[in-house]
């Protein structure tokens, strides 16, 4: 007898949703029909400030990260994010109608508007943190594994069960094909049945024993998960996995769907133009105080250029702000850490909100990066990174970017350690490049400024 279904994370996601725009709808309904001076209504005020309040709250919701369910399970962060994010859009709202149609208001139902609607949205999300502690959300895993497989079981079953993040499955029991680890067949059998996902993480599905093969497809027919571990590694974290990769490997070698997307390129084009323009002038813009506070607090070239290894491995210039002291590798070529000392006062503040990544912009239009990428490596660290992992490589593929899947999903990288976690995010991007994909990079790339992520 299977288990009552258990809803996943989008389904959990969507219902989260529908409550917060149920809210938001009767909150506008409330500012449009009874805040809004009666000789100011019409049909176009009603169509502009629903359309607007509509795009300004999902908008916010996504920068902002509103729906990130692990957040979402804590308590006191429910409170004070649903009044954070909900206040801030009340308030554009407010704004927008002002400068838009310069409307009157009558001042208890604006109150309602502007106050109650972040106290609605905190109670029904608090309301909704509460059901979910209670109905069952956790898949039990049956996790199989083969010899290949062994050496990382521990890191896998991290994986799983959500060491890094919420994930929603609880490995219960592994099962080893070279081993037997489960033991006598009859313990198995039963133990299954109490399994609600199949993870298998093997180099091929034709040595599995023939009672595991019956047991997998009448677990299928009633109803339960049955997915590799790539599968369950790519959903979950949207990456794709290097170090523990048994049928990865083949996914990797058809990382790029080669159908011709015409779309996809028209967009490609127009949002990188687009892009570089407006980036362009904050970069033309931001040189003259840049140059001025180098002199105080900074001494010496306003800019600092390097080799990095682009579009099929081959060489190019990169440009700067310099936020480091002069000659800060005369010992050697190193990463940047946490607190390096060879940072300068003034370099901490420019990498901090990220305006020494702007004079990339240079290279941009010199056809060598990108604005949405996977960010471009030194060659003495490529050649590392591809000692360490044969797959390095693949992110050359594409030009790389300003900006990209791992610079938005990852800290700032430290060390080689760092730079294979990410190339997992850049493989990601590789296969799944799309006009969607595109722009969840550029909202969360707004956010990490914003809130000053990495060093």
């Known amino acids: 007898m299977p288990r009552p279904s258990i809803l996943n994370s989008i389904e959990r996601k969507f219902i989260l949703l529908v409550g917060d725009l149920c809210i938001i709808l009767a909150s506008i309904n409330v500012l449009v029909n009874f805040a809004i001076d009666a000789e100011f209504i019409s049909l176009s005020l009603k169509v502009g400030v629903f359309s607007f309040g509509i795009f300004a709250y999902l908008a916010l919701a996504y920068i902002l990260e509103f729906y990130e369910l692990e957040k979402v399970s804590k308590g006191r962060y ?248 002069i000659d800060a590798e005369r010992s050697g070529a190193a990463m940047a850490t946490k607190n390096d000392a060879r940072i300068t006062p003034f370099g901490k503040i420019l990498r901090l909100f990220r305006i020494d990544e702007l004079p990339q912009i240079i290279s941009v239009m010199n056809g060598d990066m990108q604005f949405i990428g996977p960010r471009p490596e030194r060659k003495v660290f490529v050649e590392q990174l591809n000692k360490i992992t044969p797959f390095y490589n693949v992110r050359h593929l594409i030009r790389p970017g300003i900006t990209g899947w791992a610079q938005v999903k990852y800290r700032y990288g430290v060390n080689l350690e760092d730079s294979i976690k990410k190339l997992e995010y850049d493989f990601y991007y590789i296969k799944n490049k799309s006009i969607t994909l595109d722009l969840r990079i550029i909202f969360k790339t707004v956010t990490t400024v914003l809130f000053s992520r990495g060093i």
């Open 78 to 325: 429910v409170i004070s994010q649903s009044l954070y994010v909900t206040a801030l859009f009340v308030f554009v709202v407010f704004i927008f109608c002002v400068i838009v149609y310069d409307a009157s208001f009558w001042r208890m139902p604006l109150l309602f508007f502007l106050v109650l609607t972040p106290l609605e949205i905190g109670l029904w999300r608090f309301f909704y943190r509460n059901v979910f502690s209670v109905i069952p959300v956790t898949k039990n895993v049956l996790y199989i594994y083969d010899k290949d497989a062994a050496n990382t079981l521990r890191t896998d079953v991290d994986m799983i069960n959500g060491n890094e993040m919420q994930t929603f499955y609880k490995v219960k029991l592994t099962y080893s094909l070279e081993k037997n680890s489960i033991g006598n067949k009859q313990f198995f059998l039963s133990a299954v049945d109490k399994i609600d996902t199949w993870i298998l993480n093997t180099s091929g599905y034709d040595h599995l024993p023939p009672e595991i093969e019956n047991k997998i497809l009448s677990s299928l027919l009633v109803g339960k998960e049955v997915i590799s571990f790539t599968t369950f590694y790519e959903s979950t974290y949207e990456a794709l996995p290097i170090r523990s990769h048994n049928d990865s490997f083949y996914e990797l070698l058809q990382l790029r769907n080669r159908r011709i997307r015409y779309v996809q390129r028209i967009f490609s084009f127009s949002i990188n133009f687009l892009l570089s323009f407006f980036t362009g002038l904050i970069f033309v813009l931001f040189i003259p105080f840049v140059w001025f506070f180098n002199l105080f607090f900074n001494r010496g070239p306003l800019f600092y250029t390097q080799k990095r290894v682009g579009l099929h491995g081959k060489e190019f210039k990169i440009y700067k702000f310099r936020s480091m002291v």
